[in-house]
């Protein structure tokens, strides 16, 4: 059973910045990609960016500009830097993982941003 490992979440003004990391049980090289979702009340669940273990990137349009993911592999985690941040990015985040026979998530971290 893999389990990913999120921390980093809090309360922050409009403006802010935050950093979230997603540590996995199992080395971060058994991933094809990796990422972070996330889901507000009464919204359904959506990308907000992914890294391959080639290191491409991919975002959701509305965290362009804004958002960082990136991964070291040294320590074997993924983190993703939110700057500029607004209350609509308030939501729960949940780091991804996706490997060879199933995908895995995390339990989630909340970030909230006040106005």
């Known amino acids: 059973q893999v389990q990913l490992v999120e921390s980093g979440g809090g309360l922050v003004q409009a403006g802010g910045s935050l950093r979230l990391s997603c540590a996995p049980s199992?080395?971060?090289?058994?991933?094809?990609?990796m990422g972070w979702y996330r889901q507000a009340p009464g919204k359904q669940r959506e990308l907000v960016a992914t890294?391959?273990?080639?290191?491409?990137?991919n975002y959701a349009d509305s965290v362009k500009g804004r958002f960082t993911i990136s991964r070291d592999n040294t320590k074997n985690t993924v983190y993703l830097q939110m700057n500029s941040l607004k209350p609509e990015d308030t939501a729960v985040y949940l780091c991804?993982?996706?490997?060879?026979?199933?995908?895995?998530w995390g339990q989630g971290t909340q970030v909230t941003v006040s106005s």
């Open positions: 890294i391959s273990s080639g290191e491409s990137t």
């Open positions: 199992r080395s971060i090289f058994s991933f094809n990609t």
């Open positions: 991804y993982a996706r490997g060879v026979i199933m995908d895995h």
